[in-house]
């Protein structure tokens, strides 16, 4: 009977932590909105429930900066991001987890050392490559250079490495199935755990991405949203409710994108323990 209760206080004293917890960390989103419906966010006492002006600060976001064409031009960068990124390092990753070459474990160190670099050392010279290529006041500076980036790269060598049976390989290769047929009808469909985080992070990091937009993409009118908001930060008069509008707006792809992929992350990983 005393274990019961106490296992049943415990399990209350936990649920009441993680309820906690949530609460924390959903505030600042919920605080976002509330704020982006309020023409004046500074008030006495503070605002604490959703007002009736979130569509008069549309409007003035909108006459200040274009912000269909940042929106526009976020999600086209971070999709093709993305997409490409899953796609070479996914592809990078099965070739050092699967097969056996010289340099390889060098490469890789190699590979993962690039990670202690800090980016903003390289922003000067990176800067010139990208006026020598012509790709200077282009999309292809915030899309290319990450399509086979370090942490994808590591991450999906591991995830694959521990994943995918050599057997199930050679068994392919038997049927008569060429690598890259492999790659497309094995590796990514038995990937998907990996894929999906490797998808949160890089459509997270190329959705929020503000220094390399800032530099390569310096036209207000060209740019992504980060730079857009922070121009009509600077700009500001002191009324930061199209501001709030903005960046409320700009929440919403992110909450889309990592309420997506963490349901494939859990869903493929419950029917891999179940079928296990």
């Not at 060429?178 to 990514?188: K, S, Y």
Request: charged share 10%.
């Amino acid at each position: 009977m005393k274990n019961s209760l106490r296992s049943r206080v415990g399990t209350t004293g936990t649920y009441l932590m993680l309820l906690l917890f949530t609460l924390i960390f959903t505030f600042p989103f919920y605080y976002v909105f509330v704020l982006a419906s309020w023409s004046n966010i500074y008030s006495n006492p503070p605002h604490v429930w959703f007002g009736s002006e979130f569509l008069v600060n549309v409007r003035a976001l909108l006459t200040q900066v274009p912000f269909h064409v940042n929106f526009f031009t976020s999600l086209m960068i971070a999709i093709i991001t993305t997409t490409g990124t899953i796609f070479f390092c996914t592809m990078a990753g099965y070739a050092f987890a699967k097969f056996e070459f010289t340099g390889k474990k060098q490469l890789l160190m190699f590979i993962m050392a690039t990670m202690a670099i800090p980016p903003f050392l390289n922003i000067i010279p990176f800067f010139k490559m990208m006026v020598i290529f012509g790709w200077y006041q282009t999309w292809l500076p915030l899309i290319v250079p990450t399509m086979a980036n370090a942490f994808g790269i590591f991450l999906m060598t591991q995830f694959l490495d521990n994943s995918i049976p050599l057997d199930l390989l050679c068994a392919a290769r038997i049927d008569g199935l060429n690598e890259f047929q492999i790659l497309l009808r094995i590796v990514f469909p038995l990937a998907k755990p990996g894929i999906a985080v490797l998808g949160t992070v890089t459509f997270i990091g190329s959705w929020n991405n503000f220094i390399t937009a800032l530099v390569m993409l310096p036209d207000t009118k060209k740019s992504t949203i980060p730079v857009a908001l922070s121009s009509l930060f600077v700009r500001s008069d002191g009324n930061y409710g199209g501001l709030m509008a903005g960046t409320a707006i700009a929440l919403f792809p992110l909450l889309i994108a990592f309420s997506f992929f963490s349901k494939k992350i859990i869903s493929n990983l419950t029917e891999g323990s179940i079928k296990g």
